[in-house]
């Protein structure tokens, strides 16, 4: 076989090559020559490999074809793939057929078209670098659009270079998978507790979940003033409380606890941290709230805010975040030194499309938000938690507990998650149907209120991985924190279907 040299037949590139652009000509035609000469080369091509990526739009259309041919079980060879081309005058421009079989003539050995191709989708990511500055440079000036959007829409753009980038895994052995496993259920062995996943330290929440599990959507609904932002404002303290970890070649890993962040799409930064506050110190939340503190109160939120104060929990409270938005930020904080090992969305509801003329209805709205945080889950393999309201029927039911055709909009949310949890405290629906004092049902309901006032549920109506049921908690309603209950039957395993 000859050694590559260019091919020079007078074709486009002669006249459109830009300087400035990085490309090499030679690299695609070597290329498109090993593909033609042996149709089994592509098989060894990385999968992120596309026409896009050649310089030279004549070559960046006869990769396609030959890749419909390849991908099709048919052959591409010159002859064959000359037919496609009668009509492209830039197939004429560069010779017909004799380029064709110039490109094969003078191919490469087929063991090195891995390295040209290495080649043609290095210098295809440098240009895209190149188009990225361009439209930063053009944009930067433009008062009409806020520096920041602009920034995240740059950021954006790199990310989405960077991830296009990285090959997919597509197939794995059995044996690596096997490996993997392994290698999970040895860090959960050694973690306390036992548990595969992130603790929440709600201790019969995690031994029925096995912790919260990398890459899982777990969906938290409730009715409001059941306590679901509380539940997850808990969780979240609990995680970042209990944050440690180790010093690896690669920088960071963590070993207990974890870095969360907490998309609060309701409550401003400041309400999330009273509420908090009000956990740690043990201080009303009313009280905090009001300004109703006394000096002992005040001396237990200043030592609570000075131990908690460095904890790793990151709140971003811009209302209206749109799906897009919320990821970037996300990837944002998983680059950083310290990582992300989970990631809170409060509310499922108020997280937007960012498509401000969108046709679609809410439910495919929904949907598309649904699907994007299962993603994000498994691109940046966290947990994610994402609150969600339930319908109003529920209200309509004497046994109010939730089930899982309450989700509002519950078509994608029951598909895309992995989890499904209802908060549920019954004694909030006692406390509104409360009998006329001095009765003998006056007596029984606060005889029934005094044993339900400090009880929660998190009722499980589905689990991918695991058995569905029901946790019970206690519920401190001066300060919303939920605990670890004291009780003889741990679950109740009724189903909810």
């Known amino acids: 076989m000859n050694a590559l040299a260019p091919l020079n037949f007078g074709g486009p590139s002669d006249s459109v090559a830009v300087p400035s652009m990085p490309h090499n000509l030679e690299a695609e035609q070597a290329l498109l020559g090993a593909l033609m000469f042996d149709n089994a080369v592509f098989e060894r091509l990385s999968d992120r490999l596309r026409g896009s990526h050649f310089f030279e739009p004549f070559h960046n259309r006869l990769y396609d074809a030959?890749?419909?041919?390849?991908?099709?079980?048919?052959?591409?060879?010159?002859?064959?793939?000359?037919?496609?081309?009668?009509?492209?005058?830039?197939?004429?421009?560069?010779?017909?057929?004799?380029?064709?079989?110039?490109?094969?003539?003078?191919?490469?050995?087929?063991?090195?078209?891995?390295?040209?191709?290495?080649?043609?989708?290095?210098?295809?990511?440098?240009?895209d670098l190149i188009r990225i500055g361009g439209e930063i440079i053009k944009e930067a000036p433009q008062p009409e659009t806020p520096a920041i959007d602009q920034i995240e829409q740059a950021e954006q753009s790199l990310y989405t270079l960077a991830e296009t980038g990285k090959p997919s895994s597509g197939f794995v052995s059995f044996s690596h998978a096997l490996s993997g496993a392994v290698q999970m259920a040895a860090e959960a062995y050694q973690r306390d507790g036992k548990l595969a996943g992130l603790a929440t330290h709600l201790n019969d929440l995690d031994q029925k979940l096995g912790g919260?599990?990398?890459?899982?959507?777990?969906?938290?609904?409730?009715?409001?003033?059941?306590?679901?932002?509380?539940?997850?404002?808990?969780?979240?303290f609990n995680v970042a409380r209990n944050y440690r970890w180790?010093?690896?070649?690669?920088?960071?890993?963590?070993?207990?606890?974890?870095?969360?962040?907490?998309?609060?799409?309701?409550?401003?930064?400041?309400?999330?941290?009273?509420?908090?506050?009000?956990?740690?110190?043990?201080?009303?939340?009313?009280?905090?709230?009001?300004?109703?503190?006394?000096?002992?109160?005040?001396?237990?939120?200043?030592?609570?805010?000075?131990?908690?104060?460095?904890?790793?929990?990151?709140?971003?409270?811009?209302?209206?975040?749109?799906?897009?938005?919320?990821?970037?930020?996300?990837?944002?904080?998983?680059?950083?030194?310290?990582?992300?090992?989970?990631?809170?969305?409060?509310?499922?509801?108020?997280?937007t499309t960012g498509e401000g003329n969108s046709q679609k209805n809410r439910v495919q709205e929904v949907s598309e938000i649904t699907g994007g945080l299962k993603a994000l889950a498994k691109e940046l393999s966290v947990p994610i938690i994402a609150l969600s309201q339930l319908s109003r029927q529920v209200e309509q039911r004497e046994d109010k507990r939730p089930?899982?055709?309450?989700?509002?909009?519950?078509?994608?949310?029951?598909?895309?998650?992995?989890c499904v949890m209802f908060v549920y405290r019954e004694s909030y629906y006692l406390g509104r149907a409360e009998p006329r004092e001095g009765t003998e049902e006056h007596l029984t309901w606060q005889q029934d209120m005094d044993r339900l006032q400090n009880q929660a549920e998190v009722v499980i109506g589905k689990q991918r991985h695991g058995p569905i049921g029901i946790v019970k908690l206690s519920f401190?309603?001066?300060?919303?924190?939920?605990?670890?209950l004291a009780h003889d039957g741990r679950y109740d395993n009724h189903s909810y279907e």
Do not use: C, W
Request: proline share 5%; net charge negative; hydrophobic share 40%.
């Open 66 to 127: 030959i890749e419909d041919h390849i991908r099709q079980g048919m052959l591409a060879e010159p002859t064959i793939l000359m037919e496609r081309f009668k009509q492209d005058p830039a197939f004429q421009e560069f010779g017909g057929l004799r380029y064709l079989a110039d490109l094969v003539d003078r191919a490469p050995p087929a063991a090195n078209a891995p390295d040209y191709a290495r080649v043609v989708y290095d210098l295809a990511l440098r240009r």
């Open 212 to 236: 919260l599990h990398p890459s899982d959507l777990l969906i938290l609904a409730g009715r409001p003033s059941m306590g679901k932002t509380a539940l997850a404002t808990n969780i979240a």
């Open 246 to 351: 180790e010093p690896t070649p690669e920088g960071r890993k963590t070993v207990s606890g974890g870095v969360v962040a907490f998309y609060s799409l309701e409550m401003s930064a400041e309400q999330l941290a009273m509420r908090i506050l009000a956990d740690a110190s043990g201080v009303s939340s009313d009280k905090l709230r009001k300004g109703e503190i006394d000096a002992s109160d005040f001396g237990r939120i200043r030592d609570a805010a000075v131990e908690i104060g460095e904890s790793p929990l990151y709140i971003d409270a811009t209302g209206g975040l749109s799906i897009s938005k919320l990821a970037a930020r996300a990837r944002r904080l998983k680059r950083m030194e310290h990582g992300l090992d989970l990631i809170i969305v409060d509310y499922l509801q108020l997280v």
């Open 403 to 418: 089930q899982l055709s309450d989700l509002r909009e519950s078509g994608s949310i029951e598909q895309d998650a992995d």
């Open 476 to 484: 401190d309603a001066d300060t919303t924190k939920f605990g670890n």
